[in-house]
């Protein structure tokens, strides 16, 4: 298998057999027979809980009495406010940081591969933690994100890519998925940090210090398993690397049944350099422009729109929801109560969205998800606007905990499926960098009207802010219903087709395609 495609009988019956195979495994046939793949994807997928972890710490910081004493200034007697434009500063240092991390990672990893650019990030990561933990201004913490923000970056696409290229179709949502459940266990593991040190007695700075030196708790034990990792055998397969690839593939599975009548690498392989191929003759390139050539525009569109909705659909109520507890008229012990609730339900959301994802394909839950956002988030602003009494807060609250709920069922996890299968195999870890890259430029724009939504220093709008993102989540639902395609049961080389053959998006999942003659049967 080299350089062109091939259309001797053997390799073509070898593609077809694998593709069939591929349909045909169940869950349970495929958990037996890449077991190993779901665990190495498990592992780097890790990295990210440290991502959700310091991203959740400082949303909650803003509520945070040691470090709003600390970074903040006085604004009433006794009472502590980290300023408006110091939120947004923290937080957009993060997010730039993050997209320079994203776009270095689309170049690095094509070129030295996943685990190389995932191990120097590890090692990165450690040294900087050391900035933010010895912070002694807010303008050191700040220069703290922007580097902490590279590795983020880096971390946000390969796991995900990675997740994408080691399992069959069947595993494809679960894994890519886990992503989100690696969010949810960082931000969890977060809150509870500071719920157990808000009522501290002690008045220095290690009450904040201490959360930020935990964080040297993840890097090591990953980078070990990053280390022992097998490589990507689709990007082995793209740099040439055949045999290699078989190699990697055969780490990834179970042993004892390789090169039997369930499973055979080569014929694994050989539909991936076929794919491969597809794909390199319709866009020879794999540079950030071939992006946006032919085909790869349509599917660079929807991934980056996909992942901008978790930004545009109300999201930032969750990152900053201690301090919109706290302004919405909760106690500060309680504020961090409802939050440890929030990310709890959010770890049963994203489970139970594995349950869904079994019945119903990703578009039908994207879609649905997000009107039933939309409809809470007019909720909470009618509450916020008809009373401002201690029991709306509490409703509002309330409220916000069915939302996180919702949004991990739906968007949260599901987002993460669909960045890593819209995109062609060639262009797949840059397309994911531009996608991420669109998710982190809305958050900077989330990071710059949240603080002054919520602040009692800025607009105080409170609750009210459900009004202004229930508007723009409605929108979010929309573009979805009329772009978004079902990429549920494809293999790689389908998905490749229906793109080529410009099938509209509600067409997908009836369209019948032949990924080795290449026929696509419209209906």
Partial sequence: MTGNIKKEPEYLSFVQDATKSEHQMSLVQALKLYPKAAAWSVALSSCLIMEGYDKSLLGSFYAFPAFQRRFGVEVSPGSYQVTAPWQSGLSNGAQVGSIIGLLGSGILSERYGYRKVLMGSLVAMIGLIFLMFFAVNVQMLEAGYVLVGIPWGIFQTITTTYAAEVCPVVLRPYLTTYVNLCWVIGQLTATGVLRAYVQSPAEGDWNWRIPYAIQWVYPVPILIAVILAPESPWWLVRKGRVEDAERSLRRLTTRKMQDSAAFDPRKTVAMMVHTNELEEAAVAGTSYLDCFRGANLRRTEITCAVWAVQNLCGNA????????????????????????????????????????????????????????????????????????????????????????????????????????????????????????????????????????????????????????????????????????????????????????????????????VDPVTGEVERV
């Fill in 317 to 512: 109520f969750m990152t900053y929801s201690t301090y919109f507890y706290q302004q919405a008229g909760l106690p500060t012990t309680q504020a961090f109560n409802m939050t440890l609730g929030q990310y709890g339900l959010a770890f049963v959301g994203t489970l139970l969205s594995w349950v869904l994802m079994s019945y119903l394909g990703r578009r039908t839950l994207y879609v649905t998800g997000l009107v039933i956002l939309d409809l809470i988030l007019l909720v909470i602003g009618i509450v916020s606007v008809t009373s401002s009494s201690t029991g709306s807060s509490w409703a509002i609250g309330s409220l916000l905990l069915i939302f996180t709920f919702t949004y991990d069922l739906f968007i949260g996890p599901i987002c993460y499926s669909l960045v890593a299968e819209m995109p062609s195999t060639r262009l797949r870890p840059k397309t994911v960098v531009l996608a991420r890259a669109t998710f982190n430029v809305f958050g900077i724009m989330d990071a710059v009207l949240t603080p002054y939504m919520l602040n009692p220093t800025a607009w105080n709008w409170k609750g009210k802010t459900g009004f202004f993102w229930a508007g723009i989540c409605l929108l979010c639902a929309v573009y979805s219903f009329f772009r978004l395609p079902e990429p549920r049961g494809r293999t790689y080389g389908e998905l490749d087709l229906l793109f080529e053959n410009k099938i509209s998006a509600r067409q997908f999942s009836k369209t019948k």
